[in-house]
């Protein structure tokens, strides 16, 4: 069964709104969910792949400000990556659900961010 974590919240339902609100739910599970490794590792992802759109994102709205007609490309490009993003959150809040909680990477970024949660998780205890 799950543990309840310092906040009162099991791991599932940890793991799960460490995304609700991309990276800033990830920042906030990051430090509050300081007992479970696993959290901390869905609350890593959710920064770095959310902290990483929105930082793309911007520099495409810049770009296709700056451009004129022909920022139009970059500004679907921006779109694109807004359905994409929309698309992997909901994805990476249904295999938080279904896992339990237990770590599920999400493509290239949970191989980059597990030793960092592992790290981080083992100096808090």
């Known amino acids: ?6 906040t009162g919240l099991d791991k599932k339902t940890s793991a799960i ?3 609700a609100l991309g990276w ?4 906030i599970f990051l430090f509050v969910g300081k007992n479970d490794p696993d959290v901390k590792f869905h609350a890593s992802q959710s ?3 959310f902290g990483a759109v929105a930082v793309v994102n911007v520099v495409l709205s810049i770009l296709g400000s700056l451009l004129g007609a022909l920022g139009i490309i ?5 779109l694109a990556l807004g359905v994409f993003a929309v698309v992997i959150w909901i994805m990476a809040m249904v295999r938080a659900n279904s896992t339990g909680g237990v770590r599920a990477e999400l493509p290239i970024v949970g191989r980059f961010t597990a030793p960092y949660a592992d790290r981080l998780a083992n100096s808090v205890k």
């Open 1 to 6: 069964m799950n543990q309840p974590q310092s």
């Open 17 to 19: 709104l460490a995304y």
């Open 24 to 27: 800033l739910t990830g920042i």
């Open 47 to 49: 920064i770095v792949f």
């Open 74 to 78: 970059f500004s679907l490009a921006g």
